[in-house]
Nanobody, 120 residues
Framework: QVQLVESGGGLVQAGGSLRLSCAASRRFLSMGWFRQAPGKDREFVARIRYPDTAGYEDSAEGRFTISRDNANNTLYLQISSLKTEDTAVYYC?????????????????WGQGTQVTVSA
């Protein structure tokens, strides 16, 4: 059974940093992070293809860093200089295929999400 389990979310003050983790039950060729803010659609943040080719949403460049520990099937998202508008549920996604787009349906597997709340 495929599982993706996110962790690391919480309440953080603006300007702070956070690292999200996603533990996968197996290795995936492509993994990614999406987020859904209150009242908004889920949106792409970043993706990474095995072993370490990363791609970002334009707005995420500079403050977000996606990485993966391939030995332990774990995905990370480091977020720095947090802003209140980063408040969202962050979802880990994975695919057995090489994903090169921002399209959610390209990812077959999804985690349950972890809440990130940034206070002013």
């Amino acid at each position: 059974q495929v599982q993706l389990v996110e962790s690391g979310g919480g309440l953080v003050q603006a300007g702070g940093s956070l690292r999200l983790s996603c533990a996968a039950s197996r290795r995936f060729l492509s993994m990614g992070w999406f987020r859904q803010a209150p009242g908004k659609d889920r949106e792409f943040v970043a993706r990474i293809r095995y072993p370490d080719t990363a791609g970002y949403e334009d707005s995420a460049e500079g403050r977000f860093t996606i990485s993966r520990d391939n030995a332990n099937n774990t995905l990370y998202l480091q977020i720095s200089s947090l802003k209140t508008e980063d408040t969202a549920v962050y979802y880990c996604a994975a695919s057995l295929r090489a994903v090169t787009s921002r399209v959610q349906r390209e990812f077959e597997y999804w985690g349950q999400g972890t809440q990130v709340t940034v206070s002013a």
